[in-house]
């Protein structure tokens, strides 16, 4: 497998993310001291909220009856009207026309992502929202409603990784 073909798979690709624990090493020391996953003052974006911490908020969306679900510029816009209005900060969309109906398409967010895959045959659109820290999911809903003209919005909600940072602290 040559370089670009490793580039196409992410590869070896440096994103100047680094591979983060919940240990820090004092520089030059050998003083390890761990991180206090409750401590507000944190700058993970996780969500502190009501005594829980959760990565944050992934909204299960099912828009019902809705119209111009075939549309690939509508659903774009969709995503960033999403982003606008839930104070998210977009990096990228990427959409997919089907042939002969039917769009895929992935907003990738600073806090997460924004995807959906429609049937517009049926006027059905299955919509994920997952952002995390000062973001608002849920303001999404509206949006969603006024882009494919429906009152129909169903939703179910998950507080990604709510619980797993109690179990690091236990553990």
Not at 15 to 32: L, N
Not at 50 to 57: H, I, K
Not at 87 to 103: E, W, Y
Not at 141 to 148: G, M, P
Request: with cysteine.
């Amino acid at each position: 497998m040559d370089g670009a073909n490793l580039f196409q798979l992410g590869i070896g690709l440096e994103t100047g993310a680094h591979e983060e624990d919940s240990c820090v090493r004092i520089a030059d020391t050998d003083t390890t001291t761990t991180r206090d996953l409750f401590d507000e003052d944190r700058d993970d974006h996780f969500i502190r909220r009501d005594g829980r911490v959760f990565a944050g908020t992934h909204l299960i969306l099912e828009v019902v009856n809705g119209t111009g679900l075939d549309d690939e510029s509508r659903i774009q816009q969709a995503f960033r009207d999403c982003v606008d209005e839930c104070g998210a900060t977009l990096l990228h969309i990427h959409t997919h026309k089907f042939s002969p109906q039917g769009v895929s398409g992935v907003a990738v967010l600073a806090e997460s992502h924004i995807s959906v895959h429609t049937w517009p045959e049926i006027g059905y659109g299955a919509f994920d929202v997952f952002m995390c820290g000062d973001a608002e999911p849920w303001r999404a809903v509206d949006v969603l409603k006024r882009a494919f003209a429906t009152h129909d919005v169903r939703v179910k909600e998950l507080l990604r990784g709510d619980g797993l940072v109690e179990e690091v602290r236990a553990a």
